[in-house]
């Protein structure tokens, strides 16, 4: 089994990941809009800290800015997985 935080908050990521319970975190720019942090920045910092599979999600409502969004969403981190 694998457990994922989801979350966008940086210390209770580092917390957990401390523990070594999660395998990654998924999260989406919901969430990081209530920790109230920019997403690619917020997404960096979990990537510097989670060494897993770290899921961020498209905000957009059309096919074309899901592709755009995804492939930016991509290329952040080699551990990305995008949601649409």
Known sequence: M?????????EEIKRANEFGIICGVTTNPSIIAKEG???KE???EIASIVDGAI???VNSDDAEGMIKEGREIAAIHKNMIVKI
């Open 2 to 10: 694998k457990l994922f935080l989801d979350s966008a908050n940086i």
């Open 37 to 39: 942090k920019d997403f």
């Open 55 to 57: 899921s961020g999600e």
């Open 42 to 44: 917020t997404i960096k």
